[in-house]
């Protein structure tokens, strides 16, 4: 741990990275998966087995916590680390993207955007300045700056305006961020699908000499193939020594594949939202616990895992708490799932630094594809 924001590598293979991210509050080892807390809970689960299962860091989001409780009442509470028992990094989310999917009546202009609460109607304003007030509320130690994210496709001159905007954008919230010698700012190129706007964001956020940089505006539609080329358009133009965040990513596949090509953190709800809807991810592969074939299967998820979640309990009881609709097999498969983004991801990290990166993504790809045909063969 540190009293500054720190980023150093220690080993990189091919464009993949091993480094690790130090704050007060706590170090980061990157690759890293960020799981997100929404509203000050990573759904399903105690915050003590999230960090049991190697979690450094987890995600918040502000458009949410400033609807439910408020960030004045989260900061009169001591912020959110006091609040949810969670004393190690968090970084929140601008908003910009809730406010762009959720808000059902929202009018965007230069100052920012005016939205419609999806909880009870509310009108609220979000300015770049007020986001980065809200983060400071919460006392997130990496703050995101405010962003439009144009949904793919989009009309070349749609996401040329809104990735031009985003970047006036970050420049205020850089100025409203000030000097905080324990936190970071991160900027967020945006250009949509389209190379060369990706590669003036990133170099006018480049710019700004900011503490990270995030790749936004993707995962939303494009295909798997659209996402590289992206990331490979992007991260040349981004300071080699600073963290690189790609947004809202995703599959075990989509950040075996993002690591080879140079990213460092990542989030996204994929694996608590799908255990709360019957699908495990394992060493084998996605196991949608719901069909019929596992109604009678006494096996575990995964006999070799050190989740109790993935080797205690039976394909069986896990299929019988789905079908009925019991919280607690949302819980376990919740359970399941972060323990194996959280192996996948200290897998990724030892490879890297053993300089094997390459035969250990096509190891784990060979083991997915495996299950993938026993699983056919047993349906």
């Given at each position: 741990?540190?009293?500054?924001?720190?980023?150093?590598?220690?080993?990189?293979?091919?464009?993949?990275?091993?480094?690790?991210?130090?704050?007060?509050?706590?170090?980061?080892?990157?690759?890293?998966?960020?799981?997100?807390?929404?509203?000050?809970?990573?759904?399903?689960?105690?915050?003590?087995?999230?960090?049991?299962?190697?979690?450094?860091?987890?995600?918040?989001?502000?458009?949410?916590?400033?609807?439910?409780?408020?960030?004045?009442?989260?900061?009169?509470?001591?912020?959110?680390?006091?609040?949810?028992?969670?004393?190690?990094?968090?970084?929140?989310?601008?908003?910009?993207?809730?406010v762009m999917s959720l808000s059902g009546l929202?009018?965007?202009?230069?100052?920012?955007?005016?939205?419609?609460s999806h909880v009870d109607g509310s009108l609220?304003?979000?300015?770049?300045?007020?986001?980065?007030?809200?983060?400071?509320?919460?006392?997130?130690?990496?703050?995101?700056?405010?962003?439009?994210?144009?949904?793919?496709?989009?009309?070349?001159?749609?996401?040329?305006?809104?990735?031009?905007?985003?970047?006036?954008?970050?420049?205020?919230?850089?100025?409203?961020?000030?000097?905080?010698?324990?936190?970071?700012?991160?900027?967020?190129?945006?250009?949509?699908?389209?190379?060369?706007?990706?590669?003036?964001?990133?170099?006018?956020?480049?710019?700004?000499?900011?503490?990270?940089?995030?790749?936004?505006?993707?995962?939303?539609?494009?295909?798997?193939?659209?996402?590289?080329?992206?990331?490979?358009?992007?991260?040349?133009?981004?300071?080699?020594?600073?963290?690189?965040?790609?947004?809202?990513?995703?599959?075990?596949?989509?950040?075996?594949?993002?690591?080879?090509?140079?990213?460092?953190?990542?989030?996204?709800?994929?694996?608590?939202?799908?255990?709360?809807?019957?699908?495990?991810?394992?060493?084998?592969?996605?196991?949608?616990?719901?069909?019929?074939?596992?109604?009678?299967?006494?096996?575990?998820?995964?006999?070799?895992?050190?989740?109790?979640?993935?080797?205690?309990?039976?394909?069986?009881?896990?299929?019988?708490?789905?079908?009925?609709?019991?919280?607690?097999?949302?819980?376990?498969?919740?359970?399941?799932?972060?323990?194996?983004?959280?192996?996948?991801?200290?897998?990724?990290?030892?490879?890297?630094?053993?300089?094997?990166?390459?035969?250990?993504?096509?190891?784990?790809?060979?083991?997915?594809?495996?299950?993938?045909?026993?699983?056919?063969?047993?349906?």
């Amino acid at each position: 741990m540190t009293e500054r924001f720190e980023f150093k590598l220690s080993a990189t293979d091919g464009k993949a990275r091993r480094g690790e991210v130090s704050m007060p509050r706590g170090t980061i080892r990157t690759p890293a998966f960020m799981p997100v807390g929404t509203v000050g809970t990573v759904k399903a689960m105690y915050l003590d087995q999230v960090r049991d299962l190697g979690a450094d860091i987890i995600l918040g989001n502000t458009y949410h916590l400033m609807l439910r409780p408020g960030a004045e009442r989260v900061a009169r509470l001591g912020g959110l680390h006091e609040l949810i028992r969670w004393p190690y990094p968090i970084l929140t989310d601008s908003g910009g993207f809730q406010v762009m999917s959720l808000s059902g009546l929202r009018k965007l202009d230069e100052q920012g955007v005016t939205f419609k609460s999806h909880v009870d109607g509310s009108l609220h304003h979000m300015s770049p300045e007020r986001s980065i007030e809200i983060q400071g509320l919460l006392d997130s130690d990496i703050q995101m700056q405010l962003d439009e994210c144009v949904r793919l496709p989009a009309e070349p001159k749609e996401i040329e305006r809104a990735m031009e905007m985003s970047y006036r954008w970050a420049e205020r919230c850089k100025a409203a961020f000030g000097d905080q010698p324990g936190k970071a700012m991160f900027g967020i190129v945006q250009g949509g699908d389209i190379p060369e706007l990706r590669v003036r964001s990133a170099q006018a956020l480049t710019g700004l000499d900011l503490k990270g940089y995030a790749i936004g505006g993707l995962a939303v539609g494009e295909p798997q193939a659209v996402m590289l080329d992206m990331i490979d358009t992007t991260c040349p133009h981004l300071p080699f020594e600073k963290p690189r965040y790609l947004m809202g990513v995703g599959t075990p596949d989509d950040i075996l594949r993002s690591v080879a090509h140079g990213i460092d953190m990542f989030d996204c709800v994929m694996p608590t939202r799908s255990g709360r809807h019957g699908l495990a991810f394992t060493r084998h592969g996605r196991i949608n616990i719901r069909n019929a074939r596992h109604a009678e299967d006494k096996r575990p998820l995964d006999e070799q895992s050190s989740c109790p979640a993935s080797r205690d309990y039976s394909r069986a009881y896990l299929h019988h708490l789905v079908r009925s609709n019991e919280s607690l097999g949302g819980m376990l498969l919740t359970w399941n799932n972060l323990a194996y983004y959280q192996e996948l991801m200290g897998g990724i990290r030892s490879a890297i630094e053993q300089g094997r990166y390459a035969e250990f993504m096509a190891e784990t790809q060979e083991a997915w594809a495996r299950g993938e045909a026993e699983a056919k063969k047993g349906a």
